[in-house]
């Protein structure tokens, strides 16, 4: 028995022992993997800073080929108006947008030059020598500059200019269409009318988000009415309300 009882003491002072080096063992794998995890992520970390501003550079890149891919289509369908309809339309589809946030304008709009058409993009390629008219090439310039001359005419005069050359623009100037638009002016409420040249149509939407369409064969325009300071649908002279315009579309139609 005295036996026994020392065997089985042998036998727990070994359990013991091979459970002390089991622990250390354990904790010394848990310990070394930690830093591994540790040595994986800071090498991951430089990995990154290192290729970063490398993929930045690949992206824009296909960005740059798109915004290319896109001004070479604008010019595209200016050369087929221009063949069909003789006469420049100047109109940038809403579909053509630079993924790099540029803007797209007209460097050579001048069918009698040799390098008609050429479209240039703020950030990609070329500037515009100069605007498409003396407010600016866009729907956004061209209007604002429109109402800053109306109501600066009205606060001075207390009335609203019989026409376009009270407020120094030249009638001539806004006889053609620009990228697709017309721009007049009514000297009865002092608003700005907007409508589409012949070929295209514009969409934009009512507050209720339901969108308008209007072309050049329908009794329809835009116009900005100072006495609110909002844009309204019209159709045949008739206001419907006042519209969205930030969701603005120039189609080629």
């Known amino acids: 028995m005295q036996y026994i009882e020392k065997n089985d003491d042998s036998v727990r002072s070994r359990h013991a022992t091979t459970s002390v080096h089991r622990q250390s063992r354990l904790s010394s794998v848990a310990g070394f993997t930690l830093v591994e995890l540790v040595v994986v992520i800071a090498i991951v970390g430089v990995l990154l800073s290192i ?40 109109a940038i589809d809403s579909r053509y947008q630079c993924a790099s946030g540029g803007s797209y304008v007209w460097l050579v709009s001048d069918p ?14 070329g500037q515009a020598s ?34 376009l050359s009270d407020l120094g623009l030249k009638p001539a100037e806004w006889a053609q269409p620009v990228n697709g638009l ?48 909002t844009w309204h649908y019209f159709s045949n002279y008739s206001d419907k309300g006042v519209v969205d315009i930030s969701t603005l579309q120039v189609v080629q139609n």
Do not use: W
């Open 51 to 90: 290729a970063a501003p490398q993929l930045a550079a690949y992206l824009e890149q296909g960005r740059k080929a798109k915004c290319l891919s896109n001004r070479y289509n604008i010019e595209q369908d200016e050369r087929s108006y221009y063949l069909h309809n003789n006469a420049p339309s100047l």
């Open 112 to 125: 009698a030059s040799p390098d008609y058409p050429r479209v240039g993009c703020s950030l990609h390629y």
């Open 130 to 163: 100069a605007p498409l008219t003396s407010l600016g090439s866009t729907f956004t310039e061209i209007t604002t500059g429109m109402i800053d001359l109306i109501t600066k005419y009205y606060q001075q005069n207390n009335k609203y200019p019989a026409d």
């Open 182 to 229: 017309s721009y007049s002016y009514s000297p009865t409420t002092g608003s700005i009318v907007v409508e589409p040249a012949s070929g295209f149509l514009l969409t934009v939407n009512n507050l209720t988000g339901t969108k308008v369409t209007i072309n050049p064969n329908t009794k329809k325009d835009l116009q900005y009415v100072l006495l609110d300071g």
